[in-house]
């Protein structure tokens, strides 16, 4: 009989873990479904879409040190913007232990600035997936990155 049991206890195991398995699965997907959903609607100038994807205290780093968006001001600044196209090239999605909160990053394709980085959070709403942070970068191969950011230093020295 204590062989039963603990048989029992493995299957409800390993039933509890596919469980788990699943959920990830689905939460990785909709995440996903998100940020792509995300990248359409900047693309197409649909800032209300943009905007209900992002949280209430959302943040949008952009590529200039000085860009530090919150939510509203970023739909002010991008409201009269006919949008910005980058394109998905991979992705790679990690959640927290209770599926509450996500982190990604995505290499993007833009056909005006080439290879850029996408980093971000979102947290788990009662309206679903919402985009806490984004932060939009462009890599700097090492073998260039000394050039570049002297030319940076350079520029804001100037100004």
Do not use: C
């Amino acid at each position: 009989m204590k062989k039963f049991y603990i048989l029992v206890v493995v299957m409800i195991f390993q039933f509890a873990h596919a469980q788990n398995l699943e959920r990830i699965k689905s939460y990785i997907i909709e995440i996903g479904q998100v940020l792509d959903a995300y990248h359409a609607a900047a693309a197409e100038g649909d800032w209300s879409t943009y905007f209900d994807l992002m949280s209430e205290d959302g943040v949008f780093l952009g590529t200039d040190a000085s860009e530090r968006w919150i939510k509203n001001e970023f739909r002010a600044y991008a409201g009269n913007r006919t949008g910005w196209v980058y394109r998905p090239v991979s992705r790679n999605i990690n959640l927290t232990p209770d599926g509450m909160s996500a982190w990604f990053d995505e290499i993007l394709d833009s056909s005006s600035y080439g290879t850029s980085r996408g980093t971000g959070v979102l947290i788990r709403t009662n309206e679903g997936w919402k985009i806490s942070q984004y932060h939009l970068t462009f890599p700097i191969p090492n073998e260039l990155a000394r050039h570049v950011t002297d030319e940076i230093k350079a520029f804001e020295a100037g100004n």
